[in-house]
Protein backbone atom coordinates (compact mmCIF):
# COMPACT_ATOMS: atom_id res chain seq x y z
CA UNK A 1 0.00 0.00 0.00
CA UNK A 2 1.53 3.48 -0.88
CA UNK A 3 1.17 6.21 1.70
CA UNK A 4 2.51 9.36 1.84
CA UNK A 5 2.46 11.66 5.06
CA UNK A 6 3.13 15.31 4.81
CA UNK A 7 4.46 16.93 8.07
CA UNK A 8 6.01 20.61 8.92
CA UNK A 9 3.51 22.71 8.20
CA UNK A 10 2.37 26.13 10.60
CA UNK A 11 2.22 29.20 11.12
CA UNK A 12 4.97 31.67 10.57
CA UNK A 13 5.15 35.79 9.64
CA UNK A 14 6.24 36.75 6.09
CA UNK A 15 9.33 36.16 5.65
CA UNK A 16 10.13 32.92 7.66
CA UNK A 17 11.06 29.65 6.18
CA UNK A 18 9.89 26.19 6.73
CA UNK A 19 10.75 22.95 5.56
CA UNK A 20 7.99 20.38 4.76
CA UNK A 21 8.61 16.57 4.85
CA UNK A 22 6.82 13.74 3.31
CA UNK A 23 7.36 10.46 4.41
CA UNK A 24 6.75 8.23 1.50
CA UNK A 25 6.13 4.11 1.72
CA UNK A 26 4.94 1.71 -0.40
CA UNK A 27 6.57 2.93 -3.46
CA UNK A 28 10.08 1.99 -5.23
CA UNK A 29 10.84 5.81 -4.76
CA UNK A 30 13.59 6.40 -7.01
CA UNK A 31 11.21 5.18 -9.41
CA UNK A 32 8.48 7.57 -9.31
CA UNK A 33 7.79 11.09 -10.24
CA UNK A 34 7.75 13.44 -6.73
CA UNK A 35 5.68 16.46 -6.00
CA UNK A 36 4.48 19.02 -3.94
CA UNK A 37 1.14 21.04 -4.67
CA UNK A 38 -0.83 23.68 -3.06
CA UNK A 39 -4.76 24.39 -2.82
CA UNK A 40 -5.59 27.86 -0.98
CA UNK A 41 -9.34 28.02 -0.38
CA UNK A 42 -11.36 28.98 -3.09
CA UNK A 43 -8.73 28.06 -5.97
CA UNK A 44 -7.75 24.93 -7.47
CA UNK A 45 -4.34 23.01 -6.53
CA UNK A 46 -1.86 24.07 -8.55
CA UNK A 47 1.90 22.16 -8.10
CA UNK A 48 4.67 24.19 -6.95
CA UNK A 49 7.65 21.79 -7.34
CA UNK A 50 8.62 18.00 -8.13
CA UNK A 51 11.40 15.73 -9.43
CA UNK A 52 11.09 13.63 -11.99
CA UNK A 53 12.48 10.08 -12.03
CA UNK A 54 15.10 11.07 -14.34
CA UNK A 55 16.43 13.65 -11.88
CA UNK A 56 14.49 17.02 -13.84
CA UNK A 57 13.21 19.38 -11.63
CA UNK A 58 10.32 21.76 -11.75
CA UNK A 59 9.41 24.75 -9.63
CA UNK A 60 6.28 26.92 -10.37
CA UNK A 61 7.14 30.21 -11.17
CA UNK A 62 5.42 32.02 -8.39
CA UNK A 63 7.94 30.09 -5.81
CA UNK A 64 10.86 30.07 -7.79
CA UNK A 65 14.13 30.91 -5.74
CA UNK A 66 12.99 30.90 -2.68
CA UNK A 67 11.95 27.22 -2.42
CA UNK A 68 14.24 23.99 -2.91
CA UNK A 69 12.93 20.78 -3.40
CA UNK A 70 15.14 17.21 -2.18
CA UNK A 71 15.09 14.14 -1.56
CA UNK A 72 16.75 11.37 0.79
CA UNK A 73 16.36 8.36 -0.83
CA UNK A 74 18.23 6.64 2.24
CA UNK A 75 14.95 7.51 4.61
CA UNK A 76 12.20 7.73 1.66
CA UNK A 77 11.65 11.37 2.39
CA UNK A 78 11.10 13.95 0.19
CA UNK A 79 11.57 17.96 1.31
CA UNK A 80 10.51 20.89 0.22
CA UNK A 81 12.63 23.98 2.22
CA UNK A 82 10.67 27.13 1.86
CA UNK A 83 11.93 30.62 2.12
CA UNK A 84 11.11 34.25 2.15
CA UNK A 85 7.91 33.18 2.78
CA UNK A 86 4.71 35.67 1.62
CA UNK A 87 0.81 35.52 2.77
CA UNK A 88 0.00 34.14 -0.89
CA UNK A 89 2.42 30.89 -0.16
CA UNK A 90 -1.15 30.10 2.81
CA UNK A 91 -2.36 26.99 1.21
CA UNK A 92 -2.52 23.23 1.67
CA UNK A 93 0.35 21.66 0.85
CA UNK A 94 0.31 18.10 -0.77
CA UNK A 95 2.67 15.53 -1.59
CA UNK A 96 2.32 13.44 -4.47
CA UNK A 97 3.24 10.49 -6.64
CA UNK A 98 2.79 9.46 -10.36
CA UNK A 99 4.30 5.92 -11.61
CA UNK A 100 7.04 5.78 -13.37
CA UNK A 101 7.36 9.27 -14.75
CA UNK A 102 5.82 12.60 -14.57
CA UNK A 103 3.36 11.99 -17.22
CA UNK A 104 3.41 15.89 -17.99
CA UNK A 105 5.59 19.15 -17.54
CA UNK A 106 5.51 20.63 -15.10
CA UNK A 107 3.27 18.20 -13.47
CA UNK A 108 -0.77 18.15 -13.18
CA UNK A 109 -2.56 17.38 -10.30
CA UNK A 110 -4.51 15.25 -12.75
CA UNK A 111 -1.99 13.01 -13.50
CA UNK A 112 -0.81 11.88 -9.99
CA UNK A 113 -1.38 8.29 -8.64
CA UNK A 114 -1.28 8.73 -5.41
CA UNK A 115 -1.65 11.93 -2.35
CA UNK A 116 -0.70 12.22 0.78
CA UNK A 117 -3.53 14.24 3.29
CA UNK A 118 -1.67 17.53 3.34
CA UNK A 119 0.00 19.52 5.65
CA UNK A 120 -1.45 23.48 6.06
CA UNK A 121 1.23 26.32 5.67
CA UNK A 122 0.02 29.92 7.18
CA UNK A 123 1.75 32.89 6.44
CA UNK A 124 0.52 36.34 8.26
CA UNK A 125 1.95 39.69 7.14
Known amino acids: EVQLVESGGGSVQSGGSLRLSCAVS????????MGWFRQAPGKERDGVAAIDSDGSIFYADSVKGRVTISQDNDKNTLYLQMNSLKPEDTAMYYC???????????????????WGKGTLVTISS
Open 26 to 33: GVTYKSYC
Open 96 to 114: AAENPRCSSWPPLSGGMDY
